[in-house]
């Protein structure tokens, strides 16, 4: 159970384009979603917490125009880098829980470069 | 100071040997811990989630939480090279305001098991 996949798992694509990524709770329903960047070698770094019909809530630094998120449902969240620059060059990851309380479920991932 | 301190190895171990793994951290309201492991290009893999004080046993898996002294571990008996990933320790408050439940990680701890 607690299976949370992500799509795509990977994206090559030029400057300037924008990019979205999927995030879906399949066997559960997220009332809490949560995007993190992942650079090589280092830990998580968390962008911003997205709650059911409501806005998300951006880290400090996370600029909210450049990463649009919505969570439209209880088992979708979506993520779009607008204008997509080198620098955005990441690994993206999701998780969701079934409750602020529960703990969170990752999916696998998305791969984004930017050439 | 980082919140969470986990040293990041490489740590290399012979397949059969128990692994222990440690994090430390300084904020007194962290109420609930996690093990996650991640594989190469993948996203983490929840092993272990605890509550307060205590231990708590999942097959080769034992976590362990010591709040007085702001130190949990996470031990691997009988260690196989398919547990060969890096181990992230995770923790958070009581969800509550407007902290949805978010996790503090540690940097994470290379692991190998080698035949």
């Known amino acids: 159970g607690a299976v949370v996949s992500q799509h795509p798992s990977r994206v090559i694509c030029k400057s300037g384009t924008s990019v979205k990524i999927e995030c879906r709770s399949l066997d559960f329903q997220a009332t809490t979603m949560f995007w993190y960047r992942q650079f090589p070698k280092q830990s998580l770094m968390l962008m911003a917490t997205?709650?059911?019909?409501?806005?998300?809530?951006?880290e400090q630094g996370v600029e909210k125009d450049k990463f649009l998120i919505n969570h439209a449902s209880l088992t979708l969240s979506t993520l779009t880098v607008t204008s997509a620059h080198p620098e955005d060059s990441s690994f993206y990851i999701c998780?969701?829980?079934?409750?602020?309380?529960?703990?969170?479920?990752f999916g696998d991932g998305t791969r984004l470069s930017i050439l | 100071q980082k919140e969470v301190e986990q040293d990041p190895g490489p740590l290399s171990v012979p397949e059969g040997a128990i692994v222990s793994l440690n994090c430390t951290y300084s904020n007194s309201a962290f109420q609930y811990f996690m093990w996650y492991r991640q594989y190469s290009r993948k996203g983490p893999e929840l092993l272990m989630y605890t509550y307060s004080s205590g231990n708590k046993e999942d097959g080769r898996f034992t976590a362990q939480v010591d709040k007085s002294s702001k130190y949990i571990s996470l031990f691997i008996r009988d260690s196989q090279p398919s547990d060969s990933a890096t181990y992230l320790c995770a923790m958070r408050a009581n969800a509550g305001g407007t902290s949805y439940g978010k996790l503090t990680f540690g940097q994470g701890t290379i692991l190998t098991v080698h035949p």
């Open positions: 997205s709650n059911e019909g409501s806005k998300a809530t951006y």
């Open positions: 998780s969701a829980s079934q409750t602020f309380n529960q703990p969170q479920h």
